[in-house]
């Protein structure tokens, strides 16, 4: 191997490891959007519990007070 060569060799890695840096760079983005949206998706998912456990206890009491006023 010459000198030009090695020197030709290390810059195709370099860019390389430059190509690969990018890469993990944008993956790390897309995982904290995944993150995001998933978290986001948590809290619907406790408001949806949190009204559907509000419903168990108050559609009763309702039901109970029409059949009381029949």
Known sequence: MT???IEVS??????????IIKRLDENTQ???????????????IN???GGIALATFIVPLIV???V???
């Open 47 to 49: 408001r949806l519990y």
């Open 10 to 19: 290390i810059a195709e890695i370099s860019k390389d490891i430059k190509y």
């Open 64 to 66: 109970a007070v029409i």
């Open 3 to 5: 000198v030009q060569s």
């Open 30 to 44: 897309r995982f904290i959007e995944l993150e995001r949206q998933i978290a986001e998706h948590d809290r619907h």
């Open 68 to 70: 009381r006023m029949l």
